[in-house]
């Protein structure tokens, strides 16, 4: 997680980091600052009372690097899958640096590249913040008093005092002199589809496509996020070709329809799957957690609690990259909603009702996913989320995404047929899609236990809650 603060007036620089990345003492962090303290080791060593300043900048855990240069500072939470940066581990770190004076040269740089990060670059009396183009790498930033702070953590502006808001995704942010200017670098995703393209002209280009986002994201220990759906099994075959075995993580209810369904998936395909089921009792000892990275929205908490399960399980076993398939459902036409929306408004509206929600995915679901993976120190990897694959998707025309055959609708059609060239088992490609919140069984669960601990329709109603479960979520206690 990184963080970092630019403030007109001399601040306590390391206490404004510490507080922004909710650092405990025996945590190991990195801070810099404009007047050139930099300090690495346990915060309970840091300078945090001493360390003056206007501007500075601050990491800490698994997964983020830092770069220092004369008095220019980044700092990194990510990694870079392409691009011509020069050799060496911190590559991406020099060159944020070596170009933050020249904004042309690192835009132009930025757009060569693939990859998840989030970045700031301390430059003298200057911070500049960099998101990349999907947002899939968690920054929020927020003003108060002269003071502009960013933290990879929501609850780090909160501490702070800051209501803060995502950094936009794909953008340069720099703060100077009190002032704070955002310029996107990548141009929006096209509202025009390309007509020409035909569904095996489709298939056959995102079929290399996807099976070269995967090839970029399989460096070191990994595991996939798992439901023996179409998403996730298109990833497993992609790795099964290029000669990897990741474990694979289910979590859900003992009787769940994933659990049932990787299970069946998992062992047609011979891979090992570790399920991660868990009870009443068990949600309700990490409800608290869960609300305090994610707050009391009930799908934010019901989509959050499979995957906090899962990741835990991950990171138990020593996996730090987990791979998903985020952005799927989004660029190919996997909801229900999306068939209401063809029904009545068309295929063009469809399309662009894609591209929002794919844009979209930087200020909600991102967002959320990041928030449970850092607290757990698992680095997520979402191949649908390449920028070739999501480049050349929203060209597809809707007709190849959703159809009518048969009399009935076909969801992500192209993806179906894509995953025939994977092999993918037959029952995963005629699966309809089960929400997670339904397929893992954790909306039944939750509503059982607001039931249980008495909360009812009428008490909800009178309070101005939509439902019990809403009213149950928002009496509990973030940790």
């Known amino acids: 997680v990184i963080a970092g603060v630019c403030s007109e007036k001399e601040i306590n620089v390391f206490q404004v980091l510490a507080e922004a990345l909710i650092l405990r003492e025996e945590e190991q962090a990195f801070f810099a600052s404009s007047k050139g303290e930099i300090f690495s080791g346990k915060v309970r060593n840091a300078p945090i009372e001493k360390a003056k ?12 690097s830092y770069h220092v240069q004369g008095g220019s500072v980044s700092v990194v939470n990510g990694e870079v899958y392409g ?27 930025l757009k060569s590249l693939e990859g998840n990060f989030a970045s700031l670059i301390l430059k003298e009396s200057e911070l500049i913040a960099v998101r990349d183009r999907f947002g899939c790498k968690a920054l929020y930033w927020g003003t108060r008093n002269d003071m502009t702070v960013f933290t990879g953590r929501l609850r780090g502006g909160e501490r702070l005092g800051l209501k803060v808001k995502p950094a936009p995704a794909g953008s340069i942010l720099r703060v100077s002199q009190g002032r704070v200017s955002i310029k996107g670098v990548y141009p929006p995703l096209p509202r025009n589809y390309d007509e020409k393209i035909s569904l095996d002209k489709a298939v056959n280009e995102l079929s290399k496509l996807i099976r070269n986002a995967v090839s970029r994201r399989c ?3 990994l595991g996939v996020l798992f439901s023996g759906g179409l998403d ?21 209810v003992e009787s769940g329809k994933d659990v049932e369904n990787a299970a069946s998936t998992a062992d047609k395909m011979g891979l090992e799957l570790k ?50 398939g985020t952005g799927a459902d989004e660029g190919f036409g996997g909801y229900a909603r999306y068939i209401t929306v063809l029904e009545e408004r068309g295929y063009d509206a469809l399309h662009n009702v894609l591209v929002d929600a794919l844009e979209g995915l930087a200020e909600k679901d991102l967002i959320r996913e990041e928030e449970v993976a850092s607290s757990l120190g698992v680095f997520l990897r979402r191949p649908f989320l390449d920028g070739d694959v999501i480049d050349y998707a929203v060209r597809v025309p809707p007709q190849l995404k959703i159809s009518n055959v048969r009399g009935k609708y076909v969801r992500k059609l ?13 029952s995963v490609v005629e699966r309809d899609k089960l929400a997670m919140q339904y397929g893992s069984g954790v909306d039944k669960l939750l509503r059982r236990i607001a039931s249980e601990r008495g909360f009812t329709k009428r008490q909800a109603r009178d ?16 940790v």
């Open 463 to 478: 309070l101005g809650f939509k439902g019990p479960l809403e009213h149950f979520l928002r009496t509990l206690k973030p």
């Open 232 to 252: 996730s099994t298109i990833i497993v075959k992609v790795l099964d070709e290029l000669g990897l075995k990741p474990r694979l993580y289910c979590s859900g």
């Open 83 to 109: 691009g011509r940066l020069g050799g060496g581990e911190s590559g991406f770190e020099r060159f944020l640096v070596d170009n933050v004076g020249r904004l042309g040269d690192l835009e132009e740089g």
């Open 275 to 324: 399920v991660e089921t868990f009870s009443a009792e068990d949600v309700e000892k990490v409800l608290p957690e869960i609300v305090s990275l994610v707050g009391c929205n009930v799908l934010d908490v019901e989509l959050s609690i499979p995957l906090f399960f899962a990741l835990k399980a991950a990171r138990r076993d020593g996996v730090p990259y987990a791979l998903l």
């Open 219 to 221: 460096k070191g220990r």
């Open 53 to 64: 300043g206007g501007v500075g900048v601050a990491l800490q855990g698994e997964g983020v």
């Open 414 to 426: 192209v993806l179906r047929k894509i995953a025939r060239c994977f092999s993918v088992p037959k």
